[in-house]
């Protein structure tokens, strides 16, 4: 049986963890610490570390942890990522044996331009691309490639998993009740996930489903942020990534 786990690293990172009991996947482990800790507990081998994108916080133990366990890195093709052992592009496909794992590789700029999703077993590990009630800050791409990398989730089962690499969902909701406050699965949603931090417990994985029902930064095709966005920026009939373009430019200036 498989188990998929968050290991809470740094301040508000997630790597996530597949183990079947004997072998692990790790996604992202930007620190070795948490994760050497866990697979020691649970007597577990690390066959192989998936990254998302180049920034620290993500690949920061890959080093190590090649060396340690021997591991696979999977990575995108940038030279900022150490010890990788594949280089993959979006539209690729990646089989771990041990334990048996399949993951669909998706091209997801924005974030960063080398920004990688994977998809498999329900799940989409999506890195910095998109949070809870949130996405990434577009440190490298514009408003219309992080749309389209978002529409390429929009088009995933809605039943999908969503496993971001940061528990920022609190802060996201207070964000989108600015710009979405009447939206009543948006306030159940604050209910629920405030609950669950209450309790230390993490707020992901949410599921596809459920983003798009409260993420504003999956609805920028919805008239409602259409209208917020023409609003925002005094001008009718925003297009699609424009719409997009105006909620990302209202959380940076809220984010202050
Ligand atoms: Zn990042
Ligand atoms: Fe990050």
Redesign the pocket.
């Known amino acids: 049986m498989l188990t998929l786990i968050p290991l809470p690293a740094f301040e508000d990172n997630y790597i996530w963890v597949w183990h079947d009991g004997r072998h692990a996947v790790a996604v992202d482990p930007g620190d070795p610490a948490p994760l050497v800790a866990f697979l020691d507990a649970h007597r577990l081998g690390l066959s192989a570390v998936l990254i998302?994108?180049?920034?620290r916080?993500?690949t920061g133990g890959v080093t190590y942890l090649r060396q340690r366990y021997n591991c696979a890195v999977y990575a995108p093709d940038n030279p900022r990522i150490p010890a990788v052992t594949h280089i993959l592009h979006g539209g690729d496909a990646l089989d771990i044996p041990e334990p048996g794992l399949h993951f669909d590789v998706l091209a997801t700029p924005g974030?960063?331009l080398d920004?990688l999703s994977y998809v498999g077993e329900g799940c989409l590990f999506c890195?910095?691309t998109l949070f809870g009630c949130g996405c990434?800050?577009l440190?490298e791409g514009s408003p219309a490639m992080m749309a389209a990398s978002l529409d390429a989730i929009l088009a995933l089962p809605e039943a999908t998993r969503v496993c971001c690499?940061h528990e920022y969902t609190l802060s996201n909701i207070d964000f989108a009740k600015t710009i979405d406050g009447g939206n009543p699965a948006l306030l159940e949603r604050e209910r629920v996930d405030r609950d669950l931090r209450a309790h230390g417990r993490p707020t992901l994985p949410s599921t596809l489903a459920l983003e798009k029902a409260t993420n504003p930064f999956l609805r920028f095709h919805d008239p409602d942020m259409t209208a917020f966005a023409a609003h925002y920026l005094n001008r009718p009939r925003p297009g699609a990534a424009e719409v997009f373009g105006a909620i990302r430019a209202a959380k940076d200036a809220w984010d202050g």
């Open positions: 998302t994108h180049h920034h916080d993500h974030h960063t920004h890195g910095d990434g800050k440190f690499a």
